[in-house]
């Protein structure tokens, strides 16, 4: 259980994937304007990256490994990424059109969202068995979650402060983002 702690909070915060690794960045600029937005787009996430760490898991380990066609390991994790997707995106389409319309082309970026084929590699890179795969998949999607509506707060936060000129718009957003980077470094010695 310890261990399973370790790798939830090691994903979420100290190697968050946003904030420390760089991965998932469009959406992360993209959809943060709004908590709510950023919330939603938190959930598809959190969604996605976990049931795929356990798909990708299961078929690294009994497909890829026992066929020894692990080189085959990038196109088939973006092929179940794209399946999840595209069941994520039928669903919100379903059951909240409200936020799948707010989400709009960034929900099928999901599909390339490098954060999600990141923590899939990672499990396999770290060599993760199917629980600790899972495990790492909330812990990555929980930190995405977390930067993304922490980063939509602030922009709202700010939408009505004296900027200068020169900084409205991606340039404040981009120093912002780069603050919350260096705060995230300070989980490092956590773990």
Same mark, same amino acid.
């Given at each position: 259980?310890?261990?399973?702690?370790?790798?939830?909070?090691?994903?979420?915060?100290?190697?968050?994937?946003?904030l420390?690794q760089?991965q998932?960045?469009?959406?992360?600029?993209?959809?943060?304007?709004?908590?709510?937005? !950023?919330?939603?787009?938190?959930?598809?996430?959190?969604?996605?990256?976990?049931?795929?760490? =356990?798909?990708?898991?299961?078929?690294?380990?009994?497909?890829?490994?026992?066929?020894?066609?692990?080189?085959?390991?990038?196109? !088939?994790?973006?092929?179940?990424?794209?399946?999840?997707?595209? =069941?994520v995106?039928?669903?919100?389409?379903?059951?909240?059109?409200?936020?799948?319309?707010?989400?709009?082309?960034?929900?099928?970026?999901?599909?390339?969202?490098?954060?999600?084929?990141?923590?899939a590699?990672?499990?396999?890179?770290?060599?993760?068995?199917?629980?600790?795969?899972?495990?790492?998949?909330?812990?990555?999607?929980?930190?995405?979650?977390? !930067?993304?509506?922490?980063?939509?707060?602030?922009?709202?936060s700010?939408?009505?402060?004296?900027?200068?000129?020169? =900084?409205?718009?991606?340039?404040?957003?981009?120093?912002?983002?780069?603050?919350?980077?260096?705060?995230?470094?300070?989980?490092?010695?956590?773990?």
């Amino acid at each position: 259980m310890k261990e399973l702690i370790l790798v939830v909070v090691s994903a979420a915060l100290v190697n968050n994937i946003i904030l420390s690794q760089f991965q998932g960045l469009c959406p992360f600029l993209g959809v943060s304007k709004k908590t709510d937005t !950023a919330a939603g787009m938190g959930v598809a996430v959190i969604f996605v990256i976990t049931l795929a760490s =356990f798909v990708t898991s299961l078929i690294y380990k009994f497909v890829l490994t026992p066929m020894n066609i692990t080189y085959l390991q990038t196109i !088939a994790f973006i092929l179940v990424i794209a399946a999840l997707v595209q =069941f994520v995106e039928m669903f919100l389409k379903k059951s909240m059109p409200s936020l799948y319309q707010a989400l709009g082309v960034f929900l099928p970026l999901i599909t390339t969202n490098c954060a999600v084929l990141g923590a899939a590699l990672t499990n396999v890179q770290k060599g993760y068995g199917i629980l600790l795969s899972i495990f790492n998949g909330i812990g990555t999607a929980v930190g995405f979650t977390i !930067a993304i509506v922490l980063l939509a707060s602030i922009r709202e936060s700010i939408e009505d402060n004296d900027i200068p000129n020169s =900084f409205k718009g991606s340039p404040i957003v981009l120093i912002t983002s780069g603050l919350m980077a260096i705060a995230f470094m300070g989980f490092a010695g956590l773990i």
